[in-house]
């Protein structure tokens, strides 16, 4: 399994790339696997060169290789002007429409306010909706107040966090038994 800790931050220190690492380290321990971390505080610079994917470098092949080829996806986006970072959109924007077909996604975000929280069900969800993604039922929002020092500590957040964990292990098996593949790679379903 490969698994792509994705956070749209723009800056470092990031509560939402500290966010996202942490569950997908969880998530590794729960079901095992890779885990690769992508900032777009270090990938947005090398991706903005390019303003549509036939003009990406080497570079920012590979950046949007790893997208592309992650099994299970974490991503998270600090709020910023009440939606996703620019950042991550554009990255998104780079990826070819049919590469996360069927992948599992974890949804989360952070914010000043919990009145954006929604921002995850209204346009980061529908962002996975167009890629044909299988995003979890449970998203992850954290609040500014919910970290000490860039690290999370609010427990209930921490159980959302575990909550969206189980609910990808629950489907990440009837993957594995191919029973999502098309039909006729289906043991003994075949005409
Ligand atoms: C330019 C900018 C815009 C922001 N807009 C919002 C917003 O609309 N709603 C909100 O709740 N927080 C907003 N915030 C607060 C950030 O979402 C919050 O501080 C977040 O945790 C930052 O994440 P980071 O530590 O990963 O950078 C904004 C912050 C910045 C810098």
């Known amino acids: 399994m490969n698994i792509l800790a994705l956070s749209g931050n723009v800056k470092t220190p990031s509560r939402t790339a500290s966010l ?22 270090d ?29 299970i996806i974490i991503v998270g986006s600090p709020v910023y002007r009440a939606s996703f970072s620019g ?36 346009q980061l969800r529908p962002l996975f909706g167009f890629f044909n993604a299988m995003t979890v039922p449970t998203a992850i929002y954290a609040l500014e107040a919910d970290f000490t020092d860039h690290e999370l500590r609010n427990p209930a957040v921490l159980e959302r966090i575990d909550r969206a964990i189980d609910e990808v292990a629950a489907i990440t098996p009837a993957l594995d038994t191919g029973a999502l593949a098309a039909p006729e790679k289906r043991s003994g379903l075949a005409a």
């Not at 996202?20 to 777009?40: F, K, P, T, Y």
């Not at 947005?44 to 920012?60: S, T």
């Not at 996604?105 to 306010?113: H, R, S």
């Open 87 to 122: 950042a991550l959109k554009h990255l998104f924007d780079l990826v070819d429409y049919r590469a996360l077909t069927g992948k599992r996604v974890v949804l989360a975000a952070t914010g000043g306010t919990p009145l954006h929280g929604l921002m995850l069900e209204h």
């Open 43 to 71: 990938a947005a610079p090398v991706l903005f060169r390019a303003l549509r994917a036939d003009q990406l470098d080497v570079e920012g092949k590979v950046i949007v290789a790893a997208v592309e080829g992650a099994d």
């Open 20 to 41: 996202v690492n942490l569950a997908a380290d969880r998530l590794r321990r729960r079901i095992g696997g890779h885990v690769q971390s992508i900032e777009l505080v």
